[in-house]
């Protein structure tokens, strides 16, 4: 089972390099999978409501939060047992006027060992296991933030903006790499408990020039088997509007619930979505943050709302609701806050289950005053 996964692993990834396709509706998916223990538990519902280092992933104006100290973010996640490593870090450094922030975030999303069975017929037709070698295919992606906040006349609303600049490099083997770049732009209005962010991702359009390294031993083998030969191409990954609110309703002195929903606006055709159209497509995703005594915090949420076909039905016509849950938990000691989530990687009715542990630490201890 385990070669038969990585094999599927292999073509899958090997797509996009036979494509000359300019437009691809999942170009870049590894951006999409979330950054900190915390966003995953709930539900990916994040960009109204992140107020640490992560907002450099979920929305880069949400960055000008981190005023007061240098913070460091770190992620670590494994899907498919193992199969496939996520890593993200992300350190915000607050500038002197305490007014702006800037940042750095580099995600990572590897899978290794994928089997080359390319030569694994000779030319006489016999199979030779021998000519099996593996390889690594691994999406890197750098995203340099600023953020900084406006001054509003009344002290109760407050309004942060910011921006990422993204460099991506892809690499599968040594058969293929690509680099590119791209931009993100968000917004976060603040007013007592009330908080909305608004974030434009690939706002100019990302895209990735790819360039391929095939031997003359594998361009033959490829036209023997009636396959494309790669050659150079672009690939561009459409803009997407990503907009919403969180309220934190606090229950008591000690404990509050922090409520945050989300709605992902794409443009790139029909999806499979709660609301599909040649126009746009939306996609919700809802998160809940109970907290006690802001040391201790319990979350869940639910997104990636899609129809699909009932297992039970024989007749493979009728479609059901499905969604993707998350719950986590996590503490806060000073100046170290850890964080966990489980996560369910493809719907309620069909577990793939994940663990993702986070670390967020702030490097200097805000003085208290006196």
């Not at 939306?282 to 005594?293: Q, R």
């Amino acid at each position: 089972m385990r070669l038969t996964t990585r094999g599927l692993i292999f073509i899958v990834l090997l797509l996009p390099f036979v494509s000359q396709a300019q437009f691809r509706k999942y170009s870049n998916e590894f951006l999409n999978i979330g950054a900190g223990a915390r966003g995953l538990a709930m539900g990916s519902a994040q960009v109204a409501s992140v107020a640490d280092g992560t907002a450099g992933y979920w929305n880069p104006g949400a960055l000008a939060q981190v005023r007061d100290q240098p913070q460091v973010s770190l992620m670590h996640a494994e899907y498919f047992a193992g199969i496939g490593k996520y890593d993200y870090g992300n350190i915000a450094i607050p500038l002197s006027d305490g007014k702006r922030t800037i940042g750095l975030s580099v995600l990572r999303f590897a899978v290794d060992d994928i089997p080359n069975t390319v030569f694994l017929v000779e030319p006489d037709g016999t199979i030779n296991f021998d000519n099996i070698t593996t390889f690594s295919s691994a999406d890197y992606a750098f995203l340099f933030s600023y953020a900084q906040k406006v001054k509003m006349k009344d002290p109760d609303r407050h309004l942060n903006l910011g921006f990422n600049a993204k460099i991506i490099h892809r690499k599968a083997g040594e058969f293929a790499k690509a680099w590119g770049f791209g931009f993100d732009a968000g917004v976060q209005y603040i007013h007592k408990r009330l908080q909305v962010g608004v974030v434009a991702r690939d706002v100019t359009t990302t895209f990735n020039a790819w360039t391929y390294n095939i031997s003359d031993r594998m361009r033959e083998v490829f036209y023997v088997t009636q396959n494309d030969i790669p050659v150079k191409s672009t690939e561009l990954t459409a803009p997407k509007l990503i907009a919403g609110a969180s309220y934190n309703f606090k229950l008591n002195s000690k404990i509050s619930l922090l409520a945050e929903g989300n709605l992902d606006f794409t443009f790139d055709g029909r999806r499979n979505t709660v609301i599909s159209s040649k126009a746009v497509s939306i996609d919700p995703k809802i998160g809940l943050e109970a907290t006690y005594k802001n040391i201790i915090f319990v979350r869940g949420g639910i997104n990636n709302f899609q129809k699909a076909l009932e297992d039970e039905d024989s007749t493979y016509s009728k479609k059901v609701w499905i969604y993707q849950p998350a719950i986590g938990a996590g503490f806060r000691l000073q100046n170290v806050s850890i964080d966990y989530a489980f996560t369910n990687l493809a719907n309620q009715s069909n577990p793939l289950y994940t663990h993702v542990f986070s670390l967020k630490l702030d490097l200097v201890k805000k003085n208290k005053k006196k």
